[in-house]
């Protein structure tokens, strides 16, 4: 988004004023939080839009993400009897 000697007014101002407020969004985005999204999306699980520490960096967020639900989560008794899938009902041919 620089600004060339071929651009008219208009777009000089436009070009300097949306740069600025991109500025002062960037400011307020939880990037950690973006990437770590980006990393679920099985589009760009690779993450190769990122420098290789910054991918471990990632990965490392979302382990840590990982097993912090895992602590979290309430323990299941050992006696806890699990169901049994529904049985078919016989069909009758005719």
Do not use: H
């Not at 589009?43 to 979290?72: H, I, N």
């Amino acid at each position: 988004m620089e600004v060339t000697e071929d651009d008219p007014a208009y777009m000089i101002k436009f070009k300097g004023t949306f740069a600025a407020d991109m500025e002062g969004r960037k400011e307020k985005t939880n990037i950690t939080w973006l990437r770590v999204a980006t990393s679920l999306d099985p589009r760009f699980k690779d993450l190769k839009c990122l420098s290789k520490p910054e991918r471990v960096e990632v990965w490392g967020t979302v382990c840590a993400l990982l097993q912090e639900m895992e602590r979290k989560r309430p323990a299941q008794p050992d006696n806890q009897v699990t169901p049994e899938p529904p049985t078919k009902k016989p069909t009758i041919l005719y």
